[in-house]
């Protein structure tokens, strides 16, 4: 028998078998604008980077891949968009997903980024952008969104916070947070009676800086406070710092 020839041939098919598994391990993001310049640009840095990218022209071929796909990571939607624009495909996907959205917008109008988080995008970048610093805004993204699996469930003054089922109960009640809602309140508690300023606290749940913009993360803290009722009062405003979140006697 020729072992040469079956050795050969083996080393090939272990090699192709792992290249596929590699290949079966890429996560996959949605990708929409109607700029075909700007899905190429998109899409050729997050390819570099090992994910696998499909892409939509408008709003309406964005419903329709998503919720033929069922395994999206991640969607990177621009606002103006025809058919259906980003924030009516946000607000559809939200209707039954909670995976991490990131809104591109040529605006830089605080009502919109305040109109977004409402419905839960989880990050908010302008037009124009670094793709360098966008495929590492999705990198941290999917890091915290994977690693809440490796999380227990946490029980503190009447809340108990289940990080694999990504589920909040308020005194046995449900509450339902978006990502980045529930990221800031695990971290809060994780972190329970420590003075947590606004700058560690950007890096921390958002995963890089922000260049010192605390807008977002008092936003996120006032949706917070008004979703756990009186709970809400749990978190403590440290003025001229951040937050500090303290439970004064255990429910």
């Known amino acids: 028998m020729d072992w040469m020839h079956i050795l050969q041939n083996n ?3 272990g090699f192709q078998k792992k290249r596929k598994e590699k290949e079966m391990d890429r996560l996959k993001i949605l990708v929409v604008d ?5 899905r ?6 997050l390819v570099k980077n090992n994910f696998e990218v499909i892409e939509a022209a ?6 329709d891949v998503f919720f033929e796909q069922k395994d999206i990571a991640l969607v990177i939607l621009d606002v103006m968009m025809p058919k259906l624009d980003g924030w009516q495909v946000c607000r559809e996907i939200r209707e ?6 990131i809104m591109l917008t040529a605006r830089g109008d605080e009502r919109d980024e305040l109109q977004g988080f409402d419905m839960g995008v989880d990050e908010y970048i302008s037009k ?3 793709p360098k610093i966008l495929v590492a805004r999705v990198e941290a993204l999917l890091r915290r969104s994977n690693a809440l699996v490796e999380e227990e469930v946490i029980e503190m003054g009447g809340l108990m916070i289940n990080k694999s089922a990504h589920l909040v109960e308020c ?12 990221e800031l309140l695990s971290y809060f508690v994780k972190n329970a009676g420590i003075a947590l300023s606004r700058e560690r606290i950007l890096n921390n749940v958002w995963n890089y800086d922000y260049f010192g913009d605390a807008r977002t993360i008092d936003t996120h803290v006032k949706k917070l406070r008004n979703k756990l009722g009186d709970k809400g009062e749990y978190i403590k ?3 001229g710092m951040g937050y500090k979140f303290e439970v004064e006697s255990d429910s």
């Not at 190429?40 to 840095?45: M, N, T």
């Not at 408008?58 to 419903?63: I, N, P, S, T, Y």
């Open 40 to 45: 190429k640009l998109v899409k050729d840095f």
């Open 171 to 182: 005194d046995g009640k449900r509450i339902n947070l978006s990502f980045k809602e529930f």
């Open 128 to 130: 124009p952008f670094s």
């Open 58 to 63: 408008d709003g309406a071929e964005a419903l």
């Open 237 to 239: 405003t440290i003025w």
């Open 11 to 13: 080393e090939q098919t």
């Open 34 to 38: 109607d700029e075909s310049r700007m």
């Open 96 to 101: 039954y997903s909670k995976v991490p959205i």
